[in-house]
């Protein structure tokens, strides 16, 4: 999300959301550090798949589709891992 243009205070905020869309999507029980670890560890990774893929994301919107997309395929590796 280079050219996001998306602080580090909208960052968590989105995250927090996009973090929250998934544990809801995904029926997953996480507090809302993890809600918010997720989202923008999840943004990260998508937005680095979307690369690889050549789709641009961007904004705020971006931001949130690719935190909610990241965070659900980490709560899947998740799930993978424990079982």
């Known amino acids: ?3 996001a243009q998306v602080g580090w205070i909208a960052a968590i905020i989105i995250g927090g959301i ?3 869309l998934a544990e809801q999507f995904m029926k997953s029980n996480m507090g809302v550090f993890m809600n918010i670890l997720l989202g923008i560890v999840g943004a990260a990774l998508a937005s680095w798949l ?3 893929l050549g789709i ?3 904004g705020w919107l971006g ?4 935190g909610f ?4 395929i980490l ?3 998740g ?3 424990r079982r």
């Open 1 to 3: 999300m280079e050219g």
């Open 18 to 20: 996009a973090g929250w």
């Open 50 to 52: 979307f690369g690889l």
């Open 56 to 58: 641009s994301l961007g």
């Open 63 to 66: 931001y949130l589709i690719a």
């Open 69 to 72: 997309i990241g965070a659900c």
């Open 75 to 77: 709560i899947a590796l």
């Open 79 to 81: 799930r993978m891992i």
